[in-house]
């Protein structure tokens, strides 16, 4: 089992930035994949970023190439999310999870996290 606790969402202006945090509960975290989601009112969730096991590989969703960093601490049992030039479409739900990169921007869950709110203003 792995429990996931996502914090650092909040209300920040476009271009702004923010830094989501998502610990895990479990002596077998370095052995997931670990990924985040998000989900805007009226959406699917969608896969924003991706990151492998050793921190080697990551993946980005286009919309947030270049402004979205993805990474993780294995032995602090965390992943991060550094949002830079915010948006107002980034407005949503944030959500971690823990499974498996199946694929080019394909990830398939095991855990999610409980979801912080991330709120951009114009």
């Known amino acids: 089992q792995v429990q996931l606790v996502e914090s650092g969402g909040g209300l920040v202006q476009a271009g702004g930035s923010l830094r989501l945090s998502c610990a895990a509960s479990g002596r077998t975290f370095s052995s997931y994949c670990m990924g985040w989601f998000r989900q805007a009112p009226g959406k699917e969730r969608e896969l924003v970023a991706a990151i492998s096991w050793s921190g080697g590989n990551t993946y980005y969703a286009d919309s947030v190439k270049g402004r979205f960093t993805i990474s993780r601490d294995n032995v602090k049992n965390t992943v991060y999310l550094q949002m830079n030039s915010l948006k107002p479409e980034d407005t949503a739900v944030y959500y971690c999870?823990?499974?498996?990169?199946?694929?080019?921007?394909?990830?398939?869950?095991?855990?999610w996290g409980q979801g912080t709110q991330v709120t951009v203003s114009s």
């Open positions: 999870a823990a499974g498996r990169i199946v694929g080019t921007g394909i990830f398939k869950h095991e855990y």
